[in-house]
């Protein structure tokens, strides 16, 4: 399909819906985790596998451990947001782009200044006390004077409000992101090659005929749809809103 087709797609849609993964924060030096220079498939220097070190039940036997591994692994405070973040930003600006939901955790569509975006798997930016419920920023965090960050009011552990594996995603922004992909007219998914759930099935709820992917390699839903391109996510949300 055409790449001027899909331009013109956007053109003509008030009511887009952009579904986002890693590749979209790899264009601003944030790993991913499968790819060749992912964190699963290079060298992090620990004892466990970065899958097994981001799980629910390692954060409660190895808590320092996971820390020291999220803080030096997870966290990237001096990425700035790329073309295909300030895309999505002009798309919303226009009226054009209802929300962006991502799988990402870095924060970067909000720095580079999208408002509706929807954080499937949580924020680095937001912490909390597993024991009282009180929150903190990134910062305080990072400024601990301790491995394991505690709660100035009762001494808890501080926890990333980050979606662990074996953990549920939060129930309300998964209705937030179904509700968002049921009623969107153009469904844009880039930067990611579908293949973690339940995210990846988000794009079952999608009633259109528009659904657009960009992705370097592909997906299993490439067999649903004519709008797929194959190439880097920022230069082509780039090019695709350039003339708007």
Known sequence: MSIEKIKEIIKNSNNIVFFGGAGVSTESNIPDFRSQTGLYTTKSGYSHPPEVMLSHSFFEENPEEFFRFYKEKMIYTNAKPNSAHYSLVKLEALGKLSSTITQNIDGLHQAAGSRNVIELHGSVYRNYCTSC???????????????????????????????????????????????????ADVLIVGGTSLVVYPAAGLINYYKGNKLILINKGSTSYDRITPYIIKDSIGPTLQYLVSSL
């Open 133 to 183: 419920g009180a929150t903190y920023d990134l910062d305080y965090t990072l400024n601990s004077t301790t491995v394991i960050p505690k709660c100035e009011k009762c001494g808890g552990i501080v926890r990333p409000d980050v979606t662990l594996y074996e953990e549920a995603l939060n129930n309300n922004v998964i209705v937030a992101a179904i509700l968002a992909v049921k009623n």
